[in-house]
């Protein structure tokens, strides 16, 4: 499905000549509880427990139903909702799965296709009625509800039936979904995939009372609370307060701190003036959270160790790729599309985006750190900036059309990347048409159409496994329709591999396969890996556990609290 797109996701990228005066910075760093702006920094020292935690956003709205939702596990809603597995993150490790309702994180049969998950005893909503495993059932049914479209749907694919199911609304349920007691709930799979315990972690499977009907729209609002927070005022555009959920039980719940005793989300700000007012650390905004670093704050930052103290950049993020169409003509040439992942001068757009500390580190592979798989290499090694004789070596006398390059004009940075492209295939005799688009035709154009030739984007996976960062974007059933293999990328070896590797179990033997797989695609060219770009947070300074993992990259708020 078209999401995690790097512009949906990403910190507001920053400026050419800003980006100038961080360009020289460490673009890892390490994990310090200063919230130094190297990437990975970030107050880690324990929340006290009270106080109130403001987060801020530009966003006018924030969807809290769970079957609408893309949340990753340890962003809002999760504050919320409870699903069956969940997320723990770790300033300087990996992000682990781990039980949430759930007292493990589900047992396979069948060969994996086959999951039960038990759930734990006394588990109760914020009204005091009793969770139970028939409405974790009635939760996942109602996300395949037509009214109901927009959130990860992984699971859509997977059960049994799930093609043609069309919610519970009418009183059908699901039959690959089974509720034999309160506490027992199995799915069945149409085909063994290791991953299910990361995609039971997902907002979809979240409880909703079984006998109170769909919610719709009241859950976007108010969805019952399973979580350490519940919805105590939403008022549209402006602001949502959350409150403490009284039956909610921290000895049950592995991840979540539940530290501050409200968290009010201030909605609809203008990021550049939210941030100044971050810089500024004045009033609430020293208990406030979640605050993108713009281009306008950057030297100011770097200016003043107090603030730069409080800024936190991801180590790892986005993979950020060059698209090639290969069904284009002159793209289908392998050693065309070999000649520019030589001549791209990578470095060039890594300092439009921010430079290494702001932007992200120079890439050489699809799947990028902190996910399943990861494995440096470089098939095709070069300088930074290119290697142009390289490049017109493999092109040979080989005479390119015209390439379209079409870029999303609303995303900041990307008018510059695409000319900074333009100009680095012209110096291989490859003329190159920009064709900027506003977000939605842009992305009808890549997702729907065959009507260009390279575009750039990038892709941030579900969950840390690498089955959501490569099959999204590189199986041949992800072509046209709204998905995102952009490179219109073909081949039933990789289309095999990958499913083939979906039905690992074994960890070690998983991320071999994968880090295979990953070469397997690369060999063929269909994108220029350009940089995993990094996100930057501003944060209050009376605010601890601010830290962002190498996976998802942006701050846990599960963890979030007030200093001591």
Known sequence: MLRRRSALIAA???????????????????????????????????PR??????????????????????????????LILRGLTTWKTSPTGTTELAPDLA???????????TWTFKLKSGLKYADGSPITAQDVKFGVERSFDPQL???????????????????????KHLDSIQAPDATTIVFHLNKAFADFPWVASMPAFAPVPAGKGMGIPAYDHTPPASGPYQVASYTVGSKVTLKRNPNWQKATDPVRLGA??????????DPDTLAQRMVDDQGNDKNGAGVQVTSAIVPKINADPAVKARTTVSPSGAAEYLFLNTS??????????????YAINKQSLQTIAGG?????????????????????????????TGDVTKAKQLLGSTKLPTLNLVYDSTSPG???????????LKKLGVNVKLTGQDSDTWQATVSQSNNFDLTISGWQADYPGAYAQLQPVFAANQIGNGNFNLSKFKDPAVDKAIDDATALTDPDEAAKAWAKIDQQILQQAPVVPLYYSHQAYLNGSNVTNTYIPTFPTYPNVLIQGLRK
């Open 414 to 424: 990307q008018a510059q990347q695409a000319a900074s492209i333009q100009a680095d």
């Open 356 to 384: 290494p500390t702001y932007g992200g580190a120079i890439s050489t592979t699809l799947i990028p750190p902190g996910v399943q798989g990861y494995q440096k290499y470089d098939l095709y090694p070069a300088p930074a």
């Open 260 to 269: 501050p005793d409200t968290i009010t989300y201030e909605m609809g700000l």
């Open 103 to 113: 007292t493990s994180t589900g047992t396979a049969s069948d060969g994996g296709k």
């Open 328 to 341: 284009r003509p002159g793209l289908t040439d392998l050693n065309v599309r070999k000649a520019l992942e």
């Open 49 to 78: 427990q009270g106080g109130a935690l403001y987060e801020y956003t530009a966003s006018k709205e924030i969807h809290f139903d769970p079957a609408k939702s893309q949340n990753l596990g340890t962003s809002t809603i999760h």
């Open 12 to 46: 507001t990228t920053l400026t050419a000549a800003l980006a100038l005066t961080s360009c020289n910075a460490n673009s890892r760093g390490s994990a310090t509880n200063s919230g130094s702006a190297s990437g990975g920094g970030g107050a880690t020292a324990a």
């Open 149 to 171: 479209q927009g959130g990860l749907s992984y699971h859509k694919a997977l059960l049994v039936g799930g093609d043609s199911y069309q919610g519970p609304a009418k009183g």
